[in-house]
C-alpha cells in the first residue's frame, strides 16, 4: 500500500500537516506515514510500528491517537497510519528513506524549519526535494484540508512534461479535479502567439492518459504576483504544480524551500522532482 509522508518535528505546524495528510490519504487510498524527530531513550528501540492495538507504545502517542480517532470518525474507509523514528536522519538520509519505503508523496508546511530539539538532525527540505522520487505537497500556514477542485500545472508549454501530466492524471481522477495548464513564457524567450500555443496544447495533451478533463490557460505575464493573482484568485485553483529547479519555480521558491512572496499564495504547492 502506497504512503503518504509526513514529518513531526512535534510543533504546532507540522500537527496541522499530519491532520491534513490523513484527509488527503484517505481520497486517494493511500496509508500515512509519520516520521517523528524525537529525543529517544536509551532504553526503547524504536522502529516502524502499525496502528493496531497490541502496539505498546508509539513515538508520539499523542498524535498517533488523535490522528487514529479522526481516521475513525471522518468520511472514507479507514487507512493505515504508521510511525517510525527518524531523529537520527539527515536530510540525504530521510530522501533515501522516501524513495525506500512505497511513498507517493511527501506533505511538508510552507515556510516552517523542521526542528525539534538539539539531540535531531536539522532537515534541509530542499536537499529532500532534489534526492527524491515523488512530488512534495507544500501546505500555507493556517490552510484547512479541502478537496482539490482544481489544479493548474505551471509551465512553459513548450516545455511541458507529460510524465507529469501522467501523475496529476491518476492523482486527481478520484475527485474528478480539474486539471490545468497554466501556460507562462520562460523569462527571455518570446511568447507564443495563441493560436500555435493551443496547437502545442492539442499536442502536448495527446499525451496525457485523462485528456478530457485537461486544458491550459495562456498568462501573458512574468511578474510573479501578477501571474499569482490570476492563478489564486481569477482561476480559483485549489493547488498549483511546479517543477523543481525549473524558471518557474524560482519565481515562487526560495534557495531553501520558502515561498518568495507568500501573501500572494495561499493555496498549496505541488513541487515535483525534476
Known amino acids: ?33 509519520i516520521g517523528s524527530k524525537v529525543i529517544r531513550s536509551e532504553s526503547v528501540e524504536l522502529s516502524l510500528v502499525s496502528g493496531t492495538e497490541d502496539d505498546e507504545h508509539h513515538i508520539d502517542e499523542h498524535l498517533f491517537h488523535y490522528l487514529n480517532v479522526l481516521n475513525q470518525y471522518t468520511e ?10 527518524i531523529t537520527d536522519l539527515d536530510s540525504s538520509s530521510v530522501a533515501s528513506f522516501i524513495n525506500q519505503n512505497n511513498i507517493t508523496m511527501v506533505m ?17 527540505l530542499q536537499v529532500v526535494l532534489n534526492k527524491i522520487s515523488v512530488p512534495m505537497l507544500v501546505l500555507p500556514a493556517n490552510w484547512s484540508y479541502k478537496s482539490i477542485q482544481r489544479l493548474t ?17 491518476k492523482l486527481t481522477h478520484p475527485n474528478k479535479t480539474e486539471l490545468f495548464i497554466g501556460h ?62 525549473s524558471q518557474h519555480y524560482s519565481y515562487f521558491i526560495g534557495k531553501k524551500l520558502s515561498l518568495n512572496q507568500p501573501q500572494l499564495i495561499n493555496v498549496p504547492l505541488l513541487l515535483y522532482p525534476n
Not at 511538508?108 to 536539522?122: C, F, G, I, W, Y
Not at 500545472?153 to 492524471?169: E, F, H, N, P
Open 76 to 85: 472514507g474507509d479507514e487507512t493505515l497510519i504508521r510511525e517510525v523514528d
Open 184 to 245: 507562462v513564457a520562460a523569462s527571455g524567450i518570446p511568447d507564443m502567439s495563441t493560436d500555435f500555443a493551443k496547437q502545442v496544447f492539442f499536442e502536448v495533451a495527446k499525451g496525457c492518459g485523462n485528456y478530457e478533463r485537461l486544458n491550459f490557460h495562456h498568462i501573458k505575464s512574468n511578474d510573479i504576483a501578477t501571474v499569482a493573482d490570476v492563478l489564486v484568485h481569477a482561476m480559483k485553483n485549489d493547488a498549483l504544480v511546479l517543477i523543481n529547479h
Open 108 to 124: 511538508v508546511p510552507a515556510d516552517h524549519e523542521l526542528t525539534s530539539n538539539a539531540m535531531a538532525k536539522q532537515l534541509d
Open 1 to 33: 500500500m502506497k504512503s503518504v509522508f509526513v514529518i513531526n518535528d512535534n510543533s504546532v505546524e507540522a500537527r496541522s500537516v499530519a491532520e491534513a495528510a490523513l484527509m488527503f490519504a484517505k481520497s486517494i487510498n493511500a496509508g500515512l506515514l
Open 153 to 169: 500545472y505551471i509551465t512553459d508549454l513548450r516545455w511541458c512534461r507529460t510524465d507529469v501530466l501522467g501523475y496529476l492524471s
